[in-house]
């Protein structure tokens, strides 16, 4: 059992910055102390062949999914707990990060304990509140209409596998879009969305916003985590059964509450496509002899094009009037293939809507410079959606079944010694 009475030790600790506490200030709060929640955890040999095993299928791998999610929420009920200890109102800015300690992966959630500016240390609050929102994030929410209620989280860890690698592959040999890679992609992606949801309903939300999402490569296999701030604002209440979803900043979201839209769901399109066999021969000669690469050139517009189209009939199937924000990402598979990931909010005009106040104050919008600065090159990242990252998903299922034959191997060994 962890002793969180040692978070007393630090109450005057704070990881808000002026800006932040300024902001605190005109939503009639001030700092509270930093707070902080961990789990570690292994994946263990009976769950790493388990693991192994459901990632040579393709799709979701459970094993590693649940490890991951388990391990989250149980450094959030920490964060929590700790937070309630030193009797703050509210929690911003819950984070998370990850550590790797020689294998076992230390799963950290990070936040700032918020106080009712008229209340002494001595008096205890009840936490009402919890929020992925930093202070200047959750002023922007709060001016916006949106009240905040809990920090919430959806994540999934999946792969092609084997299967779809083969089958993927004799797909690729023809130009075109590879629908068995696009289904796996767009299919898990939308399920760490709905799990989201799910979170959100819980408390009663009838809006999850500020939205962030990342891709990283992890146990051999990838992982997308949505993480965002479960809220209501009065006008969403028929969201109550599938609350509203925004990926825009807080700051971009109050502008559009300042001019008369709500947010109403945020929406994805994928896109794997292969130049070819023919495609890939011809671009490499291209390539040689320089000038554009007509056949890639072509197979990343269709693709482009192709997402885009799915997130538009998205915004039409909500009822949403434009789709704001949107981002785009290309990853390099490896074997010509790419693919393209586009993702926005859809958001609808609401008549008589705006904010409480019509500025927002400098001190919402300005960034902090960074102060400290690590070139130790040992704290691992998790916002490698990159290139390298989504081949090292290509190379998820062999090393895991790799280490799967080194254990049966070792095990064999020592019963035939006996």
């Not at 269709?302 to 997130?311: M, V």
């Amino acid at each position: 059992m962890i002793n969180t009475s040692l978070a007393n030790n630090h109450r005057q600790v704070t990881g808000l910055s002026g800006n932040e506490i300024f902001c605190l200030d005109k939503l009639g709060y001030r700092p509270g102390q930093l707070c902080v929640g961990n789990s570690v955890v292994a994946i263990g040999v009976t769950r790493g062949i388990g693991a192994g095993l459901s990632s040579l299928g393709g799709g979701e791998v459970e094993e590693i999914t649940h490890l991951v999610h388990d391990g989250r929420q149980r450094a959030i009920t920490r964060l929590i707990n700790e937070a309630k200890l030193t009797g703050g109102i509210g929690l911003s800015g819950v984070t998370f990060e990850l550590i790797n300690h020689g294998g076992n992966l230390e799963f950290l959630a990070i936040g700032s304990a918020i106080r009712s500016k008229d209340r002494p240390d001595s008096e205890k609050e009840t936490l009402q509140f919890s929020t992925s929102a930093n202070v200047q994030q959750l002023y922007c929410q709060m001016d916006s209409g949106f009240k905040p209620l809990d920090f919430v989280f959806g994540n999934i860890a999946y792969s092609i596998g084997v299967g779809g690698n083969i089958l993927g592959s004799l797909k690729s040999l023809k130009r075109g879009e590879v629908k068995e890679y696009t289904e796996i992609f767009d299919k898990t992606r939308h399920k760490a969305l709905m799990r989201l949801r799910e979170e959100a309903k819980k408390v009663g939300a009838n809006s999850i916003i500020g939205i962030e999402t990342t891709l990283a490569p992890l146990m051999g296999v990838q992982e997308m985590i949505m993480i965002g701030t479960a809220s209501h604002h009065p006008l969403l209440d028929e969201f109550l059964v599938n609350p509203v979803t925004s990926d825009m900043t807080n700051e971009e979201m109050w502008n559009m509450v300042n001019i008369g839209y709500l947010p109403i769901q945020l929406v994805m399109g994928v896109s794997v496509y292969s130049l070819g066999l023919a495609g890939g021969i011809m671009s490499v000669l291209q390539s040689i002899g320089g000038g554009e690469v007509d056949g890639l050139t072509e197979v990343l517009y269709e693709a482009r094009e192709k997402a885009l189209a799915r997130i538009q009939e998205d915004a039409i199937n909500c009822g949403a009037d434009e789709v704001v924000g949107v981002k785009t990402r290309v990853y390099d598979l490896g074997g010509g293939m790419v693919e393209f990931m586009a993702i926005g909010t859809a958001v609808k005009k609401i008549k008589n809507l705006t904010t409480l106040h019509p500025d927002l104050p400098p001190q919402a919008i300005i960034r902090d410079h960074e102060t400290f600065f690590d070139t130790m090159g040992n704290k691992l990242d998790l916002d490698q959606g990159s290139a390298s990252s989504s081949r090292r998903m290509q190379q998820g299922p062999i090393a895991l079944l790799a280490i799967i034959v080194m254990i049966a191997v070792y095990v064999f060994k020592i019963f035939t010694i006996r």
